[in-house]
């Protein structure tokens, strides 16, 4: 599987984004897909998790009600809407899949990722 994350960019506190991911090179819907970020300095975090029907999205506490992941099974991309973004949400962001049956808490079920996409939110 091929993942290529794009759509970052500037943006001021308060602001909205939107990621996405395009993929190929297997049937989509035999993976879900998870979306991670990377800060200066600090560890890989999880953000969320979409299934590979988009019926069941998990996401980090951090993100919850603010972000909102979907995908579009026709498009073979999933997207990452980030709203009311904050200072802290800057880091480089990376899409992932994971095999159907896989358990997404676990960061070793995701086996493909793509090179990330750098957001910087300003204060």
């Known amino acids: 599987v091929q993942l290529q994350a794009s759509g970052g960019g500037l943006v001021q506190a308060g602001d909205s984004l939107s990621l996405s991911c395009a993929t190929s090179g297997r049937r989509f819907t035999s993976y879900a897909v998870g979306w991670f970020r990377q800060a200066p300095g600090k560890e890989r975090e999880f953000v969320g998790d979409?299934?590979?029907?988009?019926?069941?999205?998990n996401y980090a506490d951090s993100v919850k009600g603010r972000f909102t992941i979907s995908r579009d099974n026709a498009k073979n991309t999933v997207y990452l809407q980030m709203n009311s973004l904050k200072p802290e949400d800057t880091a480089v962001y990376y899409c992932?899949?994971?095999?159907?049956?896989?358990?997404?808490?676990?960061?070793?079920?995701?086996?493909?990722w793509g090179q990330g996409t750098l957001v910087t939110v300003s204060s």
């Open positions: 992932a899949s994971r095999p159907r049956n896989t358990d997404y808490r676990q960061n070793t079920s995701y086996n493909y």
């Open positions: 979409v299934s590979w029907s988009g019926g069941i999205i």
